[in-house]
């Protein structure tokens, strides 16, 4: 299926493992972001690419890990899970990177670290 | 201060009702101004966007920029039940490189 697609829609995990999670696009677009959304906060973006094996961090980084080795995916790991990383994450990709170019998001990934 | 300040609400109106939902922008540099709607347990969608100062209508939906008093507005005539969502403000970073998100507004049209 054309589009955003990001797996898996709802993880429980314990605190101190890692996981991750899976972002794949099939429009070939150079950017690519994670954010997390949470209640009074917003949408707040954790790190975003410009390219393959190009990443840079964004507002809360902090905690997280991403990589990008092919243009279509972008995994993002969270290498020791704590409960403050409790959120819905979404993957988001575009054209260009935030001027007049639209982002378009995946469904989200509702994680709940217990 | 952050770059981009929004009102989370929540709003509720009447079906029918005009509504106004408003940000505040900090850095007087930022040229493009957007508005992503996101529905219950979905991901945001761009809904409008607006370049430097003024209005742009679609339809119900009117966006305005004034760029004097660094304020952005998203204006829904006759509003309807589908309009229930939450609306985000978006402005690009300085380097043009990722949006910023206000917090979002969520509006709840009733019938």
């Known amino acids: 299926d054309a589009g955003i697609t990001q797996s898996p829609r709802y993880k429980i995990t314990e605190t101190g493992r890692q996981v991750t999670l899976m972002c794949h696009q099939t429009?070939?677009?150079?950017?690519m972001f994670w954010y997390r959304q949470d209640l009074g906060h917003g949408l707040r973006l954790i790190y975003y690419s410009a390219a393959a094996d190009i990443t840079d961090k964004g507002e809360v980084p902090d905690g997280y890990v991403v990589s990008r080795s092919k243009t279509e995916n972008f995994p993002l790991t969270l290498e020791s899970a704590t409960r403050s990383q409790t959120s819905v994450y979404f993957c988001a990709s575009s054209v260009g990177g935030g001027a007049n170019t639209e982002a378009f998001f995946g469904q989200g990934t509702r994680l709940t670290v217990v | 201060q952050k770059e981009v300040e929004q009102d989370p609400g929540p709003l509720s109106v009447p079906e029918g009702a005009i509504v106004s939902l408003n940000c505040t922008y900090s850095n007087s540099a930022f040229q493009y101004f957007m508005w992503y709607r996101q529905y219950s347990r979905k991901g945001p969608e761009l809904l409008m966007y607006?370049?430097?100062?003024g209005n742009k209508e679609d339809g119900r939906f009117t966006a305005q920029v004034d760029k004097s008093s660094k304020y952005i507005s998203l204006f829904i005539r006759d509003s309807q039940p589908s309009d229930s969502a939450t609306y985000l403000c978006a402005i690009p970073n300085q380097a043009g490189t990722a949006l910023i998100f206000g917090k979002g507004t969520t509006l709840s049209v009733s019938s």
């Open positions: 429009w070939s677009h150079s950017y």
């Open positions: 607006t370049y430097s100062s």
